[in-house]
C-alpha cells in the first residue's frame, strides 16, 4: 500500500503591524495567528477545535469572500486518497503558533503535531522537520510539503524583488483594495529599509533580522542547507511562499538540488509567470488542470475569479489527484462532497443556536 505524507508548515507573520488588515486568511486583530492551527484542525478533524476568544461564530461556513477556505478542499482531496486505498500520514510543524487540538483519527495512520507558541524555528527544523520528511524519503513515500503562512506573503515578495529586480505586485489572499495598498506600503517600507544598507540580495543579512522574514522562509532555508543530497527532496506544495526561500537559497549556494513545485494556475497568473523564468532548467513547476467552473457550487467558481488562489496544499494535492489518475469530474465531486460535510456542520450548529435562544 502507497503512502502519502501530507506535512504542513504553520506560522504567521504576526510581528506586521497591522497583520488583519493585510490579509483575508484570519478572522480579526490578535486572531490572526489561529488561523493555521484551525486549519489543519479542519483538515485532520473536519472541524475547527482551537476557539477564537471573545468571538462567537454563526456564520455560514464560508469565507468573507464567499468562498471556501482551501483546508476544507484539500481534506476532501485527502479523504478521496485514503478511499482509494492510500495509507495517510499528517504532520504539522508549528513555528510560534498553538498546536492544533486534534483526536485520533482512523483515516489518518499517523496524525503527529510539532511545535507551539514560543517555539524555536531552529530546533523545530532539526528536531522534527528534517527527521520526518528524511525518513519519509527513505521509506519512498509521497511525500507533500504544505504551508499555512499568514502574512508571508509580503516578505516573499519582499525576497523576490530583492532576487529578480522584479517591481512585483504584493500578491496574496486578498483583493481588497485597501489591503493591498497597506501591504504595499509596508513593502515598500521594508524594501527601503534593507536597500539603505545593503546592495543586493543577502541571505544571512535577511535571516539575520526578523524585520526581513518570517519563520517559515527561515525553515525552509534550513531544511534544503541540510537536506541530504542523495535523497529526494519533498514536492513542495505551494507558490511564491516556497518559491523565495528556495530561490534564495540557491541564490546564495546553500543547495543545489532541483525542486518540483506544485501549485495552482491561479498563482501562475501575472507576477507568478515571470518569477517561474528566475528557476533553473531542471526545475519542475506543476499546476492543476481541474477547472473549479465544473462545479455548480460558487464557492468553488470563486477559485477560478482569483478571489482564492491557492492554501494549505490545495495546488499540490490536485496535481497529485490528476497525477495518480483522477479525472476532473471524480475530482470536483469530491470537492463538493467535502464542502457539503463542511457547511452541515455549520448549518448544525447554528440550528443549535436557534433552538437554545427559543
Known sequence: MKTICFNILNGAATHLPGLHQLSDAGVGQN???????????????????????????????LLSNRGVSPA???????????????????????????????????????????????????????EHLLPT???????????????????????????????????????????????????????????????????????????????????IQQAICGLVRQWPAHLPLPQFAGG??????????????????????????WVLKGDGLHIIKHLGDDDVINANNTSFNASVMDCLNVYEQGQVVEGCGLGGCLVL????????????????QAVHCHLNNFLDKNLSLKENVA
Not at 104 to 121: A, K, P, R, Y
Not at 133 to 142: D, G, K, M, P, V
Not at 321 to 336: F, P
Open 31 to 61: 486572531l490572526m495567528h489561529l488561523t493555521p492551527t484551525r486549519d489543519s484542525e479542519l483538515i485532520t478533524s473536519g472541524q475547527s477545535k482551537t476557539p477564537l476568544p471573545g468571538i462567537q461564530l454563526s456564520g455560514d461556513g
Open 72 to 126: 476544507v478542499l484539500t481534506r476532501g482531496l485527502l479523504r478521496m486518497f485514503y478511499k482509494a486505498g492510500y495509507r495517510i500520514e499528517f504532520n504539522s510543524f508549528n513555528f510560534n503558533v498553538p498546536q492544533p487540538q486534534v483526536e485520533s483519527q482512523e483515516w489518518l495512520s499517523v496524525n503527529q503535531h510539532f511545535g507551539g507558541i514560543n517555539s524555536d524555528t531552529d530546533n523545530l527544523v532539526n
Open 133 to 215: 520528511l528524511t525518513s519519509q524519503a527513505e521509506r519512498n513515500c509521497i511525500s507533500i510539503l504544505a504551508e499555512c503562512g499568514v502574512g508571508g506573503t509580503t516578505f516573499s515578495t519582499l525576497w523576490l524583488r530583492l532576487l529578480t529586480g522584479l517591481r512585483l505586485s504584493p500578491a496574496g489572499s486578498t483583493l481588497d483594495k485597501q489591503k493591498l495598498a497597506s501591504k504595499s506600503a509596508i513593502l515598500t517600507q521594508l524594501e527601503q529599509v534593507y536597500l539603505h544598507d545593503n546592495e543586493k540580495f543577502e541571505l544571512d543579512i535577511l535571516l539575520a533580522d526578523t524585520q526581513f522574514h518570517d519563520e
Open 240 to 265: 511564491m511562499m516556497f518559491v523565495a526561500p528556495l530561490l534564495g537559497a540557491r541564490r546564495a549556494q546553500e543547495f543545489k538540488q532541483a525542486v518540483t513545485i506544485s501549485t495552482t494556475r
Open 321 to 336: 489527484a490528476e497525477e495518480l489518475g483522477w479525472s476532473e469530474q471524480v475530482i470536483i465531486e469530491s470537492l463538493e
